[in-house]
């Protein structure tokens, strides 16, 4: 049973560590406990009979002490919370890919957003830990790169930093 309870981009993060253990471990059966539990409903790596009273492990997921290694070695944020995992339980939990792992139902599938098809984009974020954000100018080259092509909505926090760019839904 993993537990984390921070904000919906560290859970997020967390998907990939679950997707990765469960690769390499496809016969564990894995729960999680977080702050954003609709991130992981339709999630196939989740074993949700999976209790904390009745887990071989219950590991507090954590990322700050792989993150706090960042100047020794590069990788990409998602490998800190598998690293964290790895080491908790004594193996290590080989890296599938480096985004989100999330799945939608039949009926959110087949949603219409009044967008058509879309890309989600957050050009910025908290001020807690602004070495996350990437530069809001590079935002807008992908953006213009490719007008016409792909609609665009931007996602966040209304009390965190989201700057407004040209052909963008907010």
């Given amino acids: 049973l993993l537990k984390q309870f921070q904000s919906p981009g560290d859970i997020l993060m967390l998907t990939a560590a679950v997707r ?3 690769t390499f471990k496809p016969s564990w059966k894995i729960n999680v406990h977080t702050s954003c539990p609709e991130l992981w409903e339709n999630n196939i790596n989740l074993s949700p009979s999976v209790k904390e009273e009745y887990a071989d492990f219950v590991i507090d997921s954590d990322y700050k002490h792989e993150v706090n290694k960042s100047h020794q070695r590069k990788f990409h944020f998602s490998r800190a919370f598998t690293d964290h995992i790895g080491e908790s339980i004594g193996i290590d939990i080989p890296i599938s890919g ?6 939608f139902s039949d009926v959110e599938q087949k949603w219409d957003t009044g967008h058509g098809d879309y890309w989600l984009l957050n050009a910025g974020g908290k001020h807690d830990f602004t070495a996350k954000w990437w530069n809001p100018h590079h935002y807008q080259k992908v953006v213009d790169h490719f007008a016409g092509a792909i ?3 931007q996602v966040g926090g209304a009390g965190h930093y989201h700057p407004d760019l040209k052909g963008v839904t907010n």
């Fill in 151 to 153: 609609k665009f909505l």
């Fill in 20 to 22: 990765d253990l469960k």
């Fill in 98 to 103: 480096h985004g989100p792992d999330i799945y």
